[in-house]
């Protein structure tokens, strides 16, 4: 049974936004750290992932350097849903997107690998 499934990837042009959505179950949404990973298409999701953001219980974020300033993540613990706001696309952001969740501390982007559960991906493409 699927817990996290992502949804709101598409193609846009570069300068570009979009939206991520990650429907969580309330286990998943709670849990000490919640963020976003990308890989290119073809790579295994169970290794080698860049981490995009992080957002610990506290509501606490991290963000890869390559994403500060234009990318947001945020929870909506109510809903049980996790957001990634991402703007001024770049052809360099074109991936699959993977809503992930994990029991580590402390929940940042370096600590990636240490996410245990994963959504299917969602594919975003942007064009130049």
């Known amino acids: 049974q699927v817990q996290l499934v992502e949804s709101g990837g598409g193609s846009v042009q570069t300068g570009g936004s979009l939206t991520l959505s990650c429907a969580a179950s309330?286990?998943?949404?709670?849990?000490?750290?919640m963020g976003w990973f990308r890989q290119a298409p073809g790579k295994d999701p169970s290794n080698e992932r860049e981490?995009?953001?992080?957002?610990?219980?506290?509501?606490?974020?991290d963000y890869a350097d390559s994403v500060k300033a234009r990318f947001t993540i945020s929870k909506d613990s109510a809903e049980n849903i996790l957001y990634l706001q991402m703007n001024n696309l770049q052809p360099e952001d074109t991936a699959i997107y993977y809503c992930?969740?994990?029991?580590?501390?402390?929940?940042?982007?370096?600590?990636?690998?240490?996410?245990?559960?994963w959504g299917q991906g969602t594919q975003v493409t942007v064009s130049s």
């Open positions: 992930a969740s994990g029991h580590f501390r402390p929940c940042t982007v370096p600590n990636t690998n240490y996410f245990g559960t």
């Open positions: 309330k286990y998943y949404i709670n849990s000490p750290c």
């Open positions: 981490g995009v953001a992080t957002i610990g219980l506290d509501g606490n974020t």
